[in-house]
Structures are given as C-alpha cells and as structure tokens.
C-alpha cells in the first residue's frame, strides 16, 4: 500500500477515535454522577455570629447567635418551641420560668445572675443578649431548666434540639455507602458521605422527585439521596432520658365535693348555713368573694372570718373565688406586666392567709388568645406562692372546644391542683336557638376530651343546679334573654302555668312546654332524675370530685342523690 494511503488511513482512524472519545466524555459528563463535593460554608451562608437551629431534626430560617463562644436563640423560639415556660415580659425586659424547684428570673439589666426564688446564682456567661429590638437568650440556660435534647455542632456553625417527644416522624436506615447531594438527581455536588445503616429522617412532606427522596442526618444536614436506598422505615419520635417537670399536687383527701356560695354582699356565719344545713357530702365551699378592680393587681374583697371560721366547724375547705367580670380591665397589662402580675398573686397569698382559707378559686373568663400566655404564666407563678403557703390552687373552664385551644389544659393539668371544667352553658343566655343548659350527651362528650388534656386526678366536672327557661316564637327563635330557674322554683313555674312535663330521652332530662300571650315557652329541667344520670357518667370516669354552680338552687333532696356518689 502507499505510504500516503496509509498516512490518510492512520489520520482518518485518530480522527474516528477522537470523536469517539469527545462523544464517551460527552456521555460520561451527561449520565456520570457529579463528584464534586460542595463546601458547607457555600451551602450554608452563615453571618460570622449566626448558628443554624435544628429544630427536631428540622434546620430554621430563624437563625441564633454565637457570642464569646455561647449559643443564644431568640427568646420568642425558646419559649414557643422548647419551653412553653419561659415567659417574656417585653415591658419590663424580665424573662420568667416557674419550675416546680421555684420561679427563675432574669433581667436583661443584670443577665450575668438569675434569681431562683429568692436565691441568687452567678452565671459564667451572659443569659440574655440583646440586638436591636430583638432579645436572645443561652442555649446552656435553656437546657438547664427544660426537657430538650441539645448538642452542638461544627461546619456549618449549628445546634441540634429536640423538644418535641410525642411528633411521629419518619425515619429509615440506607442500604448502602450513598453520597447526600444538594439537589434530587445525581448531577447535584454532594455535601456529604453517608454510610450504609446510617439512620436518617424522610422529609414527609416532599415527594420523591427524579427518584430522590429529601432527607435529614439526625446531626441536622439536609439533602437527597435515591430513593431505593431508604430501608427499614419506620415511624417514632424523639426520645429522651430527661423527665418532664410537672408540679406536686395538694390533694383533698376522698375528692372534691364543692359548691359555689354566689354573694355580693358580707355574709356570716348564719348565711352560711342556711346554704349547706342539707349538703350531705359537701367538703367544699367556694364563696364569690374576690373580684379584679384594676389593673395593677388589685382587688375588691367580702371576706369575712366568720364565715371560714364557721365553715372549718363544720368540716369544710374554703376556696376564695377571684373573677375577672369588672368591664374596663385589660389582662394584657395586668397579667402580661411582671410587677403587676406579682402584686397580684402576692395580694391574693397574703389575703388566703390572713383569713385562713384552704384553697384559691380562680374563674377568668375573659382569656382571650393574645392573653393565654401570660394568664398560664400567672397561673404557674400562683401555684408556686400558694404550695409554699399549704394553699389549694383550682382553675375553671368550660368545656373544651377547638376555639379555645389557647387555655391549654394540658398545662394547666400539670400545675394547677384541679381543673374544673363547667360542663353547663351548653345554651347560654346569648345563645339564638333554646335549648339544655347540660344535656347528658354534652357532659359526656365535653368531659371524656377534656381528660385527653387533663388527668384524672386534677379533674373536677361541674354540674348545674340552674335550668334557663326560654321565650320562643317561630321557627324556635328566642325572644329576649331566657329567664333563670332553680329546681323548686321551674317546678313551680310549670304547676302555675298547668304544663306536664317529659322524659327527653336524646337530653337525659325532662322536658316542658307550654303557650302564653302568643309566645312559646320551653325548658329543659335540672332536678334529681336528670343529676343521678349525669353524677353516674362521671363518677365513671374516675375523676376527682365534682362541684356545683349554686348553693341555694338545689332542694334538700337533690343531697340525697349527690351522696350516693361522693361518699363512695
């Protein structure tokens, strides 16, 4: 062969092969996994002070602070995340958390120090940190007096925490050494290399994507891995050894029997027992005394000592009952302010005190959603006083429904001595449509979800001696506002308008109606037949006592079927 032809071979051969090979790395470039590993530092852009903050394995936007080698979070995340406790009072610049030890607080005036009590503890580091408008408190103080998982961590800047115990989330093993990458598809830079039986958390609320599935190390990094490598999944909460600080409770010995002594005048001693010559069963007595008059923590009062030296004699407890119905009151101010909400409790220990009463009835029934927090933080901060004093501390509340969520009863069952839920008003005087103040249904419903927040043994159910009669046109429409009946008093009611009455299967109660001047009127009776069922279903649940709203609208005989369960 001539040489030129073999030289043009030769040439069109490497020619053939080069494309051939830009065509392998072309392929290669476009199938091949990216083996670049991304710097932490570019995937987390982190200011020179700021701390990323895994939140039960998740990061935030929210960023914290690295001060002098010291974590700090902002105060509004610890509190709303990791310890519903801690309090901030932006007014007065003063951060509480009552724990059942005593109430720690600090001021950012002096954050090197926090009180316990009335003991003061030096701190190697400062506890509160300020920028700007913004106030950040040390992780170190937090995990101190909190149920949380913390830890630190390095490249990036970052802090590990768990405070949520009972979220399931989903977590899985890997089958095999897999490399995190930033992006779902294999083309991504990866951050990390993952080995195999390495357990991590499935993002649950993304989907898988090119194959993919996002995913979070339990050290806090994020990113995805394919899909077919998630084995073994299976779904659990965080775990923890530290315990959960709930308060000791101040228990009445054989339960709770209480009834509401409504005054609005001093009362002695012959008052008193003209309300309870006939309460068989009776242990408590609860007289309306106290009621809010300002915002600064303070208070009208009927108390007298007559009354509770009386009550004693005849073996029972008094619990002052303080309310919040005076028009013009802001709880904001007055229980969001530390120093009001202190001159408050500290009135209200003192006047236990020098009247001798056995227990604090608070009924606040202006919470409001913006308020919640800071009436728990006065809760809390009551219980505390009150223990170290051998006073009782209750707490009413309706039933529970999804637009008062913000009580949070399940706090409240943790440190108040008893919740009693008020399981009447199911048709309250502004209601539009007639009907039962507590029919057995609403009681049995009410009470069974609020023990899904409250235990049995701070639960105390309160039952009705009242009914409400109601005027009605058509279509059941109320005119007017229902008039208020006791027992004897709707009895005869119904004798002086010749109305029979009946069984209401569907309410647990006896039902009557009758026609007067063009109207309809109906009502739902309370009386023994309709108190024995409801007594009957909640003594079934087991819970610790009931009370009754009031003294006065029941008979004699009503006593007889309350005893029947009180005294077992």
């Known amino acids: 062969m001539p040489m030129n032809r073999k030289v043009i071979i030769g040439f069109i051969l490497l020619v053939v092969l080069g494309i051939i090979g830009s065509a392998g790395v072309i392929i290669y470039k476009k199938f091949a996994p990216s083996s670049i590993q991304r710097p932490m530092s570019e995937q987390y852009k982190l200011g020179q002070e700021e701390v990323l903050v895994i939140l039960n394995g998740r990061p935030l936007e929210e960023k914290g602070r690295l001060i002098q080698d ?91 925490v768990q405070a949520d115990f009972e979220q399931l989330n989903t977590f899985a093993s890997l089958a095999g050494d897999i490399r995190l990458r930033v992006g779902p598809n294999k083309k991504y830079d990866y951050l990390l290399e993952l080995s195999s039986g390495q357990e991590v958390m499935i993002e649950t609320n993304a989907s898988p994507e090119n194959e993919y599935q996002k995913i979070y190390t339990l050290d806090g990094i994020e990113g995805y891995v394919p899909a077919e490598y998630l084995t073994d999944k299976k779904e659990k909460a965080w775990e923890t050894d530290n315990q959960e600080d709930v308060f000791t409770q101040m228990k009445v010995d054989g339960g709770v029997c209480l009834g509401w002594h409504q005054m609005t005048y001093e009362v002695g001693s012959a008052e008193l027992d003209a309300k309870v010559s006939h309460a068989s069963g009776l242990n408590v007595v609860s007289p309306t005394w106290f009621a809010l008059s300002d915002n600064k923590g303070n208070f009208t009062s009927l108390a007298k000592e007559e009354y509770v030296t009386a009550a004693h004699a005849k073996g029972l407890k008094v619990w002052g009952l303080i309310n919040d119905f005076k028009k013009g009151l802001s709880l904001k101010k007055l229980l969001g302010r530390t120093s009001s909400r202190t001159t408050l409790i500290n009135n209200l220990v003192t006047t236990a005190m020098r009247y001798k009463l056995d227990g604090i009835n608070i009924d606040f029934e202006k919470i409001t959603k913006d308020t919640a927090p800071a009436y728990l933080e006065f809760l809390r901060e009551l219980v505390l006083q009150c223990h170290a004093n051998g006073i009782v501390v209750s ?20 440190i108040a001595d008893y919740v009693i839920f008020m399981a009447y008003d199911e048709h309250y005087a502004g209601s539009e449509k007639c009907g039962s103040v507590s029919s057995l249904p609403f009681v049995n419903n009410g009470v069974d979800l609020g023990l899904k927040y409250v235990p049995e043994e701070r639960t105390v159910v309160a039952l009705p001696f009242y009914t409400r009669r109601w005027k009605t046109k058509k279509n059941d429409k109320v005119e007017g506002t229902p008039e208020v009946y006791g027992m004897n008093s709707a009895e005869v009611m119904l004798q002086n308008n010749g109305a029979a009455k009946t069984w209401d299967e569907a309410t647990g109660q006896y039902y009557s109606e009758f026609k007067w001047q063009g109207f309809v009127y109906k009502i739902w009776l309370e009386e023994e037949t309709s108190l024995d069922k409801k007594l009957e279903a909640v003594y079934s649940k087991g819970v610790a006592g009931v009370a009754f709203w009031k003294l006065g609208f029941e008979r004699p005989v009503t006593w007889t079927t309350i005893s029947k369960y009180v005294k077992k």
């Not at 509160?128 to 909190?146: P, W």
């Not at 707490?395 to 943790?414: C, H, I, R």
Request: charged share 30%; hydrophobic share 35%; glycine share 6%.
């Open 70 to 160: 010291v974590v700090y979070v902002p105060v509004s995340l610890a509190s709303d995340s990791m310890n519903e406790r801690i309090y901030w009072d932006q007014k007065e610049n003063i951060l509480s958390l009552a724990t059942s030890g005593g109430l720690v607080t600090v001021n950012t005036e002096d954050s090197m120090r926090y009180m316990l009590g009335k003991e003061s503890t030096a701190s190697e580091y400062q506890l509160l940190y300020e920028d700007g408008d913004k106030v950040f408190v040390a992780m170190d103080f937090v995990e101190k007096f909190s149920r949380i998982n913390y830890k630190r961590e390095k490249d990036p800047n970052r802090i590990t």
């Open 395 to 414: 707490v009413d509340d309706y039933l529970p429904t999804e637009g008062t969520a913000y009580y949070n009863w399940a706090e409240q069952g943790k």
